[in-house]
């Protein structure tokens, strides 16, 4: 039986669950069954969520099994980290975001942001192919803005197969799941990614 | 939005549970829903916002859900299909009247959503089982497992209200509001929105001697839907003819985790997936026992079908384990996940399973993974608000914590909220504690929090003499979740102006004389008016009057106003921090012992320009 597990991680704001949401209706126009499960409300307001997607042939649980994710979409190279349990050596992808963004308690508490690479090693227990891209940077150059690093990342995964969907669908999902105002610029990112070397 | 009100019969499209809910009441041909927005279920509400008018029914966002729930008993008693929606604690606040309501009964179907929450991932209260109301009520409940159950359930719910003329529970977790999955959808049924209230066809007036009539006549009721419940096809077996002696009983979100741990364990368990959860069908349960050596109840959050089948165990012979949450095989509290319900079975099964949570999570314990807590937006009117109050009494107060955004001020560098309890609470328990202390105490509410539960508070605090300071948060929205309006904004669910009823004009009618008004983000006023307020004999209320900011940045760029931005000055900022450490904006942060700020994360509130010493940040050209 099929099946393929996502974990998108990030912060409230990043469009973790806009990316989710696309993913769901990119499945859905394969002719997948889908489920995924959001954080609302207070996971959000710059704090750190994580948000769930598996499709397949038939698909119950909305919550992706510790080890069990295929793909790991981290935009925010701290949030890869503290997702990571959710990868496997033997299986898992993780796409990590290497543009930081420092949580405030960090300053008041003192504390440190740990290095990138502390980050990718320790990812390297939990995955076999840690991919680390400056999708925010990326995105910016040719948006404008950091937001659109979610969706360059998508065009990413789908150009070097680490997600199994179509093109073609990802883009009817960014038409779902998109308002029409920023579906042009959604596209935009989407391609820039998708060409990336 | 376009496939629920739009989406034909017989079309797939994805869906969010809350979304599924909405499209089966309009298949369900609902003409009135009320709410007040409380998450999880704060999607349901407005998602009737967004459609209502072109679904041609009635949506409003009710000032607190007792008021919603009257108003959708009224449209029921009136014979208009009625939904009324909220979280946990909005059907404890709503539970004076759901009593009841049960008694009396309804014309129309009617059915309440309550949205549980499981590990609090979105709501700040308690792990709340919301299952025990349809016990102590002697409502119906149905208990959906994924977005497709939603909608199905949802209309089956209007049907048995209607049929028994009853109100029916329909209950949610969170991992099922805000799952998303596949919905086929049905046929919307145009509703009445247009009833009348008849005073004879129902048991409306619950006072005695009729009350001990309608009581007979509810447990009437009960009697009929325990023998629908034993047949109805939303309780089904899975795996009849399993050989194997544990026997699964599961409802709810659970069920998924049940289906795939089996899945995992390559296990053929027999499952009794019940989806009437109360009244429990209990002739199914013991027939589905007779032959099992042992049971396993996998539900979220408490132990309460558990108990229920512990009982009917205990009637058909003693040698019976029941396994579940109160048995300890299965976490006690906390969100239940599938790994909880893969060791479950493991451990009675012996059957050896290849997933090893504990060893994944030994290695995950080695990371060194700082934290990252929610934080009020860049320009938030609460933070200047708190910054300005802890600048002038500093640690030397009691801060009484109420429920919205502001509660983020828990956390350094604020620490505002010294204990939170409920809607409302902030005034009541600082009333207490003024009365048996001499500290200062200041109490802050929101706007929303203020009309939901506030007023009484208020009241009380005048009437009985005690002298807090009284700070309500007026930030012209409830906020906290998805900025839908309240009765001080204006503006109803049906997207129509009303009238716009004054905080101020509330507070000083309940008798309080020292009433200000003051814009926080003018700090130096606010930090006068806290110090002012404190010298007080009597209670004194402060409005913090100033837009969300994130409703600000949204009308400013719609209108075209430009939003300025700020940095720091590197020659004249001596690295004092207040701007970071006290003040704590997220749009402001050190690099190299230097104070920057992102110009991407800053909303242009100017805030840090004055409370700068040095007066170092300024407007970037």
């Known amino acids: ?197 | 939005m376009n496939h629920i009100l739009f989406g034909e019969c017989g079309n797939k499209v994805i869906l969010l549970g809350n979304e599924a809910i909405v499209r089966g009441a309009l298949e369900a041909g609902v003409g009135f829903s009320s709410t007040y927005p409380g998450t999880p279920a704060s999607e349901i509400g407005d998602t009737f916002a967004e459609i209502a008018k072109d679904a041609g029914l009635y949506f409003e966002y009710s000032v607190n859900e007792k008021v919603a729930l009257e108003a959708a008993a009224g449209a029921a008693l009136s014979g208009v299909r009625s939904m009324v929606s909220f979280k946990q604690y909005g059907l404890n606040v709503s539970s004076d009247s759901v009593f009841p309501l049960a008694y009396i009964g309804v014309r129309a179907g009617m059915v309440i959503v309550v949205a549980d929450d499981p590990n609090c991932w979105s709501s700040a209260q308690s792990e709340q089982d919301s299952r025990y109301y349809a016990r102590l009520a002697h409502i119906p409940m149905l208990e959906p497992a994924d977005s497709q159950e939603c909608k199905d359930f949802t209309k089956i719910a209007f049907d048995l209200s209607e049929k028994f003329k009853i109100p029916v529970l329909l209950r949610t977790t969170t991992r099922v509001s805000h799952g998303r999955g596949v919905v086929t959808l049905g046929k919307i049924v145009k509703g009445k929105k247009l009833g009348e209230f008849s005073k004879d066809s129902i048991r409306l007036r619950n006072f005695p001697p009729y009350i001990m009539e309608t009581h007979r006549e509810l447990h009437k009721k009960l009697d009929e839907l325990r023998k629908l419940s034993e047949e109805i096809n939303i309780n089904y077996l899975l795996n009849e003819n399993s050989k194997n002696d544990l026997g699964i009983v599961t409802t709810g979100v659970a069920f998924n985790y049940v289906i795939d741990a089996l899945h995992d364990l390559n296990l053929d368990l027999p499952v009794l997936k019940l989806g009437l959860t109360y009244p429990l069908p209990e002739d199914r349960l013991r027939s589905f026992m007779r032959n099992l050596k042992s049971v396993l109840i996998v539900e979220e959050i408490e132990p309460i079908l558990e108990e229920g089948v512990n009982a009917l165990a205990k009637d058909l012979k003693t040698e019976l384990r029941v396994y579940g949450r109160k048995e300890g095989h299965l976490p006690k509290s906390g969100e239940l996940k599938e790994g909880d319900v893969l060791i479950a079975i493991s451990k009675i099964t012996g059957v050896k399973s290849q997933y090893n949570p504990i060893a994944q999570k030994e290695e995950y314990k080695k990371l060194s993974i700082i934290k990252r807590l929610p934080v009020m937006c860049p320009g938030c009117p609460h933070r200047a608000t708190f910054f300005a109050t802890k600048s002038v009494v500093g640690k030397d107060a009691v801060f009484g914590g109420d429920i919205g955004c502001y509660i983020l001020g828990i956390y350094p560098p604020f620490e505002t909220q010294d204990f939170v309890f409920s809607m409302g609470a902030s005034e009541g328990v600082i009333h207490g504690i003024k009365k048996v202390s001499n500290q200062k105490a200041i109490a802050f509410i929101g706007d929303s929090t203020f009309f939901h539960a506030g007023i009484p508070g208020l009241i009380n605090t005048v009437y009985n003499k005690s002298n807090p300071l009284i700070i309500i948060l007026d930030n012209r929205s409830t906020a906290m979740t998805g900025h839908q309006p309240h009765p001080g904004v204006g503006i109803t669910g049906m997207g129509e102006k009303s009238k716009v009823i004054n905080i101020e004009d509330i507070v000083k009618a309940c008798g309080v004389e020292n009433v200000m008004v003051v814009d926080p983000f003018n700090v130096k006023e606010m930090e006068d008016a806290v110090r002012e307020c404190l010298k007080k004999d009597t209670v004194s209320v402060i409005v913090a009057k100033r837009e969300c900011q994130l409703l600000a940045i949204r009308r400013k760029k719609k209108e075209g106003i430009i939003i300025p931005k700020f940095s720091i000055d590197q020659s004249l900022c001596d690295n004092c921090g207040i701007c970071l450490y006290q003040f704590g904006c997220p749009a402001i942060f050190m690099d190299n012992d230097k104070f920057y700020i992102d110009k991407e994360l800053c909303t242009g509130c100017a805030v840090c320009v004055r409370i700068c010493p040095k007066k170092a940040i300024k407007a970037v050209k």
């Open chain 1, 1 to 197: 039986m099929m099946e393929f597990n996502v974990i998108i991680t990030g912060i409230g704001g990043q469009g973790v669950l806009t990316l989710t949401n696309i993913i769901t209706w990119s499945a859905l126009k394969e002719g997948f069954d889908v489920k995924a499960s959001e954080l609302h409300g207070l996971a959000q307001r710059g704090g750190a969520i994580a948000c769930h997607v598996r499709f397949g042939d038939e698909i119950y649980s909305p919550l992706v099994l510790e080890g069990k994710a295929d793909l790991v979409f981290a935009l925010e190279p701290l949030e890869a980290l503290r997702s990571c349990y959710f990868g496997s050596k033997n299986k898992t992808i993780f796409l990590v975001n290497t543009h930081r963004l420092i949580p405030l308690s960090i300053f008041i508490n003192k504390e440190g942001y740990p290095s990138l690479s502390y980050i990718a090693d320790a990812l390297k227990s939990f995955s076999n192919k840690v991919i680390l891209i400056d999708a925010s940077e990326m995105a910016k150059k040719v948006t404008g803005d950091t937001i659109m690093a979610n969706i360059y990342m998508l065009g990413y995964a789908c150009a070097k197969n680490l997600i199994p969907l179509k093109r073609e669908s990802i883009l009817y999902g960014i038409e779902e799941a998109v308002s029409q105002k920023y579906l042009g610029l959604n596209r935009k990112a989407f391609d820039l990614g998708f060409e990336a070397i």
